[in-house]
């Protein structure tokens, strides 16, 4: 049991997956979908073995995995798992075939391969899995650029009818390559700098030697350079996270998807980039992430106001959605370059809930619209007549959107905002802002799309069938459950983060509130008769 290489199988795995549906036998499309949905389980019950297996009091990296690869550029298969990246790889495991589920029948709809549909699915999940635990700087990049293609054929090859969805998938590719050739470059000029230091022995990749020797202090470089490396890396991670302002690809790549793809992207995919902040930027460029911390900073807030302003003035429900999560982003990243243990705690978990709360958003909205036939939300009106179950679990979805005591994205912004104000106390007050601005967005669309009378169009929409509750159930108890008891996230979280903010040489700020000298031993001591 302890022989088994557990990462390497929970990527191989849908990688397998996606071979195999891929070359099943033309018509067996309903096979296809069966073999896909096992494989995914399959991958889910990896992710569990690993996570009931890992001990978050332990060593920083468990379940490590190394062989040699490229010897001659310094680079090696090497795996690993921390909490951080834990949280990530089981919400990753369990989101995708919840989301196989509600695309069952996506292809047919738009007479496109199922084979093709679900391979591209599982070739998603397996690279963003080998991304989370890679622990080889060439080898996080060769799979964090892999993924952009099947992506890519999912948002052109699967979205909706018309030229915009070629257009959203061809900005989405530009996009994101053009921040992961500045990644490259940056690759590349590490290695340089490890090649020609006296601490290795040759040039590396291998990012746990890398992280020590800036840690202790070993591995030094002319700070231009390093923060030339330093914003190669944060380009690449701020168009994939997004952040503003390199978030214009999201809304349209969100809406001419398919709204499983879409959270196949905006979920899962897109966390890559805030683990790769997490991960890379801070402890391989702790003085430049230190340099940089207030633009990046001053760039999240900005973002965070701008989507919930965006999201209140739009009409077309996914795209509002959609600008939901820029300013949910935005959150993010602020708790990461807070640099405090309960921000980055915050940010970590925040990427789980949102993941589960911008899934059930999204895609009870989508089994909304195929039913309609719109995205117009002035053609809603009265759905909790008709369809009562359908409008009660939106309604979750969207109170866990706007962080409503009680469900999982309190916890994560609340934290995120302690943390942050800790050491930045204006940027926390504007960003809390937010919180009102998100209650008007949600509110006001449940109200126009929910309440009042039922709208012409809509008196034959029916309530959510039994496929349908299989996929959205297990994402309402999670909500609740991860609201009502956030302790199980955090437990393995906060050791990994205390250990990040270790290695830059991070604390959280000390209290500046002055305490009397002298305190009354007794209730009645010091007051006058």
Known sequence: MNHIPWLSL??????AGAAVTALLPAGSGKHVKY??????VSVLAVAVVIAIRFEPRGQQFQFVEKHSWIPTFGTSYTLGVDGIALVLVVLTAALVPLLLIAGWNDAEERSRSTHAYVALTLAVEAMVLVSLVALDILLFFI???????????????FGAAGAEKSRAALKFLVYSLCGGLAMLAAVVGLYVVTAGSTVFDGGTFDFQQIADAVATGRLTSNPAIMHFLFLGFMVAFAVKAPLWPFHTWLPGAAVEATPASAVLMMAVMDKVGTFGMLRYCLPLFPDSAILFRPIIIALAVIGIIYGAILAIGQTDVMRLIAYTSISHFGFIILGIFAMTSQGQAGSTL???????????LFLIAGFLVSRRGTRVIAAYGGVQKVAPVLAGTFLVAGLATLALPGLAPFISEFLVLIGTFTRYPAFAAIASAALVLSAIYVLWLYQRMMTGPVTEGNEHVHDLRARELVVIAPLIALLIGLGIYPKIALDVINPAVTATLTSIHQTDPTPTAELSSREPSSPAEGARP
């Open 10 to 15: 929970i990527w191989l795995l849908p990688l």
């Open 35 to 40: 073999a896909g949905l096992a494989f995914s």
């Open 143 to 157: 799979f964090f650029e892999a993924m952009l293609i099947p992506m890519y054929f999912l948002i052109g090859g």
């Open 350 to 360: 925040y990427m789980v809930n949102h993941g589960i709360s911008t899934a059930a």
